[in-house]
T-cell receptor
Framework: DAKTTQPPSMDCAEGRAANLPCNHS???????VYWYRQIHSQGPQYIIH???NNETNEMASLIITEDRKSSTLILPHATLRDTAVYYC????????????FGKGTSLLVTP | GAVVSQHPSWVICKSGTSVKIECRSL??????MFWYRQFPKQSLMLMAT?????????EQGVEKDKFLINHASLTLSTLTVTSAHPEDSSFYIC????????????FGAGTRLSVL
């Protein structure tokens, strides 16, 4: 799986958009970008994934640059419950292997 | 999304005893299940990969005789920590993947193990 780079921590005011960046400059053509988050003392939660087109679901939006070397996860209206560690992971869609978690970005949403 | 149930959520045991943790996929058949361990302020570390009906594949440094994994059906995997010691105290998390859900891994809520 390609390596990813994320900032170790970020702050965001409640109600504002949280934009979490991820660099994956060595991504291969068949690799997707996945985002998970882990709220303290809970198991990781799947958020969204995409290949090259922007994706949106009820939780977040994923913006992938045209060259696919970086992406941004957007939480449009952050709440205190969005405080968590966010992981960006790059891997093939049909990979049967386990997710490899890096250090992620610790997002703190403040009142 | 799919639901993965993990039980118990918290367990305390005496040193030398064994503890079993269950992981169930509630609304789908899991092609593969994974077991992770997480120490405080660290990221998840993969312990083993388990396919139904076959022996688990352990990561380097994980003792297969200490961490027994059974994957008897497509919806249930168990992790047994044998002869637990205080250094085994950790947060254990299982996950499951299915072709039905585009191979997305869904995670259980985790089990906090404290060995006294």
């Amino acid at each position: 799986d390609a390596k990813t780079t994320q900032p170790p921590s970020m702050d965001c005011a409640e109600g504002r958009a949280a934009n979490l960046p991820c660099n994956h400059s060595t991504i291969s053509g068949n690799e997707y970008v996945y985002w998970y988050r882990q709220i303290h003392s809970q198991g990781p939660q799947y958020i969204i994934h995409g290949l090259k087109n922007n994706e949106t679901n009820e939780m977040a939006s994923l913006i992938i640059t045209e060259d696919r070397k970086s992406s941004t996860l957007i939480l449009p209206h952050a709440t205190l419950r969005d405080t968590a560690v966010y992981y960006c992971i790059v891997r093939p869609l049909n990979s049967g292997y386990a997710l490899n978690f890096g250090k992620g970005t610790s997002l703190l949403v403040t009142p | 999304g799919a639901v993965v149930s993990q039980h118990p959520s918290w367990v305390i045991c005496k040193s030398g005893t064994s503890v079993k943790i269950e992981c169930r996929s509630l609304d789908f058949q899991a092609t593969t299940m994974f077991w992770y361990r997480q120490f405080p302020k660290q990221s998840l570390m993969l312990m083993a990969t388990s396919n139904e009906g076959s022996k688990a594949t352990y990561e380097q440094g994980v003792e297969k005789d200490k961490f027994l994994i059974n994957h008897a059906s497509l919806t249930l995997s168990t992790l047994t920590v044998t002869s637990a010691h205080p250094e085994d105290s950790s947060f254990y998390i299982c996950s499951a993947r299915s072709d039905r859900y585009k191979n997305i891994q869904y995670f259980g809520a985790g089990t906090r193990l404290s060995v006294l």
